[in-house]
């Protein structure tokens, strides 16, 4: 056949000729060099023969294949990569048609070996950028060919290997040729995705690293020999290349596929997938891909809690990354999703089993994590946002809260615990905005123990600047063992304290008189009061703290509700507390009153000392007066450091100070330092009920004085319901003592209106809040700014 | 600029590679059905004319293909082999919606491939051009141990609007035909409609591929 096309070849076309004389006669002998020279130049020089000497060569190459004369084949290929080589950019688009029908010839065979040189060829062509794409080339067929490849199952290992490799590197090749122009072809779309995306990442899974746990992807050498750490180089790739629109189409494949092959329990190749994703993709759509394994969560909500938990744990892992690039309501967003799902979880299982609680535990680290990244404003934001998700209307009815309320209580707190302790507070202010704090105290006082636990942790946590935690779990007489870090508390925080104190101390105070406490809460209280001490403890905060202790002592002594293992506790953190005050406001003489009282209760009643116990065994409730710490003697020790006369004299704080039980409300001695940091809205808008500090009787301004303001307050406003029309009347009709009790579960009331009150009280000068109005003059239709940030919070 | 260039390569194309390609109808097929059936051994049993022994199970798809002549015209199919594991499922069900021939086989001596086919037929359903020709095959029809008989097989294709063939890999039973006839059927549809041929778009690199399925379906016979 040959020796006919020699004969007739004067005939033939030049162009055709030219072709020919490039094969050998023997195969082995390869391209003939000198003719393939002549037949480039003859193709520069006339480059509108381009396409038939592309289309003469492909028909050869054909009829070789046919035949399976590979040898011609290889030649003829190689042919046309040296003149796609040599081609100008302007003429190339006339020889793109036949050179990518040949390399699609050669893949269409069964011959390994042809289809690993049609796809060597196929690379070659992805890296010329074409001057005029060929938008009429469709790439269908590669995708789908190379997808195939990259699963081959060729009985050779080694050969196996090689078109994998070659499968994968040809994708790469499609995904550079078409990225960069949807007229080309929208690789994006799914129908290429589908088969893209999963063929990469059966490669990938069979790599060395995709089961161990701690696998670093983050330096990944483009390594051709190795298919599953080449497969990761073209996911990077691919990854990097997706604009937002095309982010999901990349996504979902790889979801899909981490179901298909049950890649979620366990969970390191999903991990690993996952940040290899988080890694490669531009900074700005991080978020999307939370938000898209976040959904994947909502559609296995049938699933089994495994595949739910190992699918949380990987947005745990790789929710930091897109931290650091969220912004605004996607943060949020992100957070409410991750509650809903808590949320869900709750309602789902009462019970709570094992594998719910590791659900649960799952999505609080995620919440965890993902805080941890956010810059602190943030924070502070998300606990306020987490906060505003407890559901506490509840809490306020006399019957106890429902079961789910209180498990949804208390995860939502465990993560706002969890997000606290990410969180490094610098000014106490800043932390504890009034919109923030009042729900925290009130929640200080839910019905159930645990969760209360929980709040005092959180303050722990969010108070504790010093790392002195741990150094203050549980009470202690000997201040000096625990080397405690200490630094002088600054101009804000002693604002802060001034402004806030009062609430935060009766809150805890109440806490402390809920008679379900156990040794648990008491030390946890404890905690807060010992953290507060050496966080704020100055000489302007001593005279409050020491008047809150006073108060718990009297607790401990007059309650009749309190057991009396509970009332030694409180014996016992009052001494602690006492001792620890006196150190570190460094007061020394009332440091010696604390000792000589620790000495005296060590050889007569050493059970009012810590630690604290459960259980005391029969001992008798009377305490000898020597045992307990006096208030003139600590008033009097104060003065000998002239604390009181500089500090206080002047304002009627002095008044009815120590003197009088619960009294420690005033602070009108900084009432021009607490205008300085105010400016919150929740102060104005407190401001601008001033009927509220004209009825207060500045002279007897005492917790009993304020508590019977606020209950008759409450009160008034219960006679508007109907419904509640028993309990006024029982309000009317109780002795103030029983009343106080009563009152209890309305705290709420309590505490905002107090802290209103307070509010007040630090912006309004003495002056102008003496005469007094009546209590109804607190309109209900004023909305303080924090019910306005917290609706629920409102009470009625 | 850019568009000028390509509508004058488009015409160049229109005229010349006609005359130049080797075939003149391109035509997909795909094979599915649970692993085991025998999609493999019926691929190569047409394409390579031989029954492969004990090879490995298809991981993702594989490709095959094989020219054919119909009426005196070369007609190139191109076979794409699933992977009948459920794992495997999203990579196969990508490769269903270009088809213009969905091969779904069970054996006719394994129940359980029998009862799948529902199953098959949803996935089909979702994934597969709506006028997609669907051909149900009962393969191993050598075997002694038949649990399948031939009428249960034909019952559910033809309430299912399928074709219905028998066929054995192994013995080459009926797998030529398989394949010959819907190569016939795909060709007379592509006719009736008188839709731009594949000579037209020669292979699937060149301009728009025209699905047949895509296209709508008229009365044509049915394999016998
Ligand atoms: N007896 C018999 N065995 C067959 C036939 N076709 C395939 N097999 C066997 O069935 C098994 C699975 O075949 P394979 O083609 O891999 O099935 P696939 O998973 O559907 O691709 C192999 O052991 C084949 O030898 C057939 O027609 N008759
Ligand atoms: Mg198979």
Redesign the interface.
């Known amino acids: 056949m040959f020796s006919c096309c020699w004969c007739c070849s004067a005939l033939r076309p030049r162009y055709k000729r030219l072709v020919d004389n490039i094969f050998p006669v023997n195969p082995q002998d390869g391209l003939i060099k000198n003719n393939m020279e002549k037949l480039m130049f003859y193709s520069l020089s006339s480059p509108e023969k381009l396409?038939r000497i592309g289309?003469y060569l492909?028909?050869r190459a054909?009829r070789d294949i046919s035949r399976r004369r590979n040898g011609f084949v290889i030649i003829a290929m190689e042919a046309m990569d040296q003149l796609l080589a040599a081609c100008h950019a302007q003429t190339l688009?006339?020889f793109v048609?036949s050179f990518?029908?040949m390399v699609?010839k050669l893949l269409?065979s069964?011959d390994p070996q042809l289809q690993i040189l049609a796809t060597q060829s196929f690379v070659r062509f992805a890296n010329i950028e074409e001057d005029?794409?060929?938008?009429?080339?469709?790439y269908?067929?590669f995708v789908?060919?190379y997808?195939?490849m990259?699963?081959?199952?060729n009985?050779n290992i080694t050969v196996r290997k090689q078109i994998r490799l070659a499968g994968i590197q040809g994708l790469q090749g499609v995904v550079r040729k078409t990225v960069s122009d949807d007229l080309v072809e929208n690789i994006w779309n799914?129908?290429h995705m589908?088969?893209i995306v999963?063929?990469l990442l059966?490669n990938m899974q069979n790599a060395r690293y995709s089961n161990k746990e701690n696998a670093t992807p983050e330096s990944p050498t483009e390594e051709r020999s190795d298919p599953p750490q080449f497969a990761e180089t073209c996911m990077r790739e691919l990854v990097g290349r997706a604009s937002f629109g095309h982010i999901r189409c990349v996504i979902k494949?790889v979801l899909?596929?981490l179901d298909?092959?049950?890649l979620w329990v366990p969970n390191y190749f999903a991990i690993h997938s996952f940040r290899i994703i988080m890694f490669s993709i531009q900074s700005q759509y991080l978020y999307t891909v939370v938000e898209a394994l976040m959904t994947h969560l909502d559609e296995h909500s049938q699933s089994p809690l495994k595949i739910r938990t190992s699918i949380a744990d990987t947005l745990s892992k790789i929710i930091s990354i897109a931290a650091g690039e969220s912004v605004g309501p996607s943060v949020l967003e992100i957070i409410s999703s991750l509650l809903t799902h808590l949320r869900v979880s709750v309602s789902r299982n009462l019970s709570s089993t094992n594998d719910e609680q590791l659900y649960q535990e799952a999505l609080i680290n995620a919440l965890g994590e993902f805080a941890n990244h956010l810059p602190d404003y943030q924070k502070i934001e998300i606990m306020k946002f987490i906060m505003s998700k407890v559901p506490y209307s509840k809490l306020d009815s006399i019957t106890t809260a429902g079961k789910g309320d209180v498990l949804l209580q208390s995860i939502l707190l465990k993560s706002l615990l969890k997000v606290g302790t990410k969180y490094q507070t610098i000014h106490l202010n800043t932390t504890f905005r009034p919109s923030f704090l009042q729900p925290l105290l009130r929640m200080s006082l839910a019905s159930d123990a645990e969760m209360r636990l929980l709040v005092q942790q959180i303050f722990h946590t969010l108070i504790d600047r010093h790392k002195n935690i741990n150094k203050l779990t549980k009470p202690t007489v000997n201040i000096i063992d625990l080397n405690l870090e200490i630094e002088k508390a600054s101009r804000p925080d002693i604002i802060f304290i001034k402004k806030h104190g009062p609430e935060i101390y009766m809150a805890l105070y109440e806490s402390l008189e809920l008679t379900s406490n156990n040794v648990d809460n008491v030390q946890s209280i404890y905690t807060t009061l010992a953290l507060l001490t050496v966080e704020l403890g100055s000489e302007e905060t001593v005279l409050e703290l020491l008047q809150l202790i006073m108060s718990l002592q009297d607790l401990a002594l007059t309650s009749i509700e309190i057991n009396t293992a509970i009332k030694f506790n409180l014996h016992a953190i009052v001494i602690s507390l006492l001792v620890l005050i006196a150190n570190v406001c460094n007061i020394s003489n009332l440091m010696d009153y604390g000792n000589k009282i620790v000495r005296n209760r060590y050889k007569e009643a050493p059970h009012l000392l810590p630690d604290l116990c459960s259980e005391y065994g029969h001992l008798s409730s009377g305490i000898s007066s020597s045992l307990l710490v006096d208030q003139a003697i600590v008033s009097e020790c104060l003065k000998e450091v002239g604390l009181e006369t500089n500090e206080l004299q002047g304002t009627n704080y002095s008044n009815n100070s120590l003197q009088h039980r619960y009294s420690w409300v005033d602070n009108t001695g900084c009432n021009s330092s607490g205008d300085i940091n105010d400016g919150t809205i929740e102060l104005d808008s407190a401001g601008s009920s001033p009927s509220v500090q004209k009825k207060l009787p500045g002279e007897e301004l005492t917790f009993d004085s304020i508590k019977r303001i606020l209950t008759e307050n409450s009160n008034v406003q219960m006679m508007e319901e109907e419904k509640r029309m028993q309990f006024s009347h029982l309000f009317r009709n109780t002795p103030f003592p029983d009343l106080i009790k009563k009152t209890q579960p309305k705290h709420d009331v309590l505490q905002s209106k107090l802290s209103e009150i307070f509010n007040v009280l630090n912006i309004e000068p003495r002056s102008q809040s003496i005469q007094g109005s009546t209590p109804s003059d607190i309109k209900p239709s004023q909305t303080p700014a924090y019910e306005i940030h917290f609706p629920e919070l409102f009470v009625y | 600029m850019k568009g000028l260039r390509t509508s004058i390569i488009q015409e160049k194309k229109r005229t010349e590679f006609v005359i130049m390609e080797d075939y003149k109808f391109l035509f997909k097929v795909v094979l599915v059905g649970n692993a085991g059936v025998g999609k493999t051994c019926l691929v190569r049993r047409f394409t390579q004319g031989l029954f492969p022994p004990g090879q490995g199970a298809t991981i993702g798809v594989d490709f095959m293909i094989k020219t054919v002549e119909v009426e005196n015209e070369i007609v190139k199919l191109q076979i794409w082999d699933t992977a009948g594991q459920e794992r495997f499922r999203s990579i196969t069900q990508s490769y269903y919606r270009s088809a213009h021939a969905l091969i779904l086989v069970y054996d006719i001596s394994c129940q359980p491939t029998f009862d799948c086919l529902p199953d098959w037929l949803r996935e089909i359903e979702e994934y597969a051009s709506n006028k997609v020709l669907r051909i149900l095959v009962g393969n191993k029809i050598d075997r002694e141990d038949r649990e399948i008989p031939t009428h249960v097989g034909e019952d559910f294709a033809q309430r299912h609007g399928m074709y219905f063939l028998e066929t054995s890999a192994k013995e080459a039973e009926n797998v030529e035909r398989l394949f010959m006839e819907i190569a016939a059927e795909l060709m007379e549809q592509a006719r009736c409609k008188e839709l731009p041929r594949y000579e037209q778009n020669t292979t699937s690199l060149n301009g728009k591929t025209t699905s047949i399925g895509d296209a709508g379906i008229c009365g044509c016979s049915r394999l016998s």
């Open positions: 396409d289309e492909f028909q054909s688009n006339l048609e990518l029908k699609q269409e069964t005029t794409p060929s938008y009429h080339t469709r269908d067929f789908s060919k997808s195939s990259c699963h081959s199952n009985d799914m129908v589908d088969k999963p063929s059966y494949p899909k596929h298909n092959h049950l």
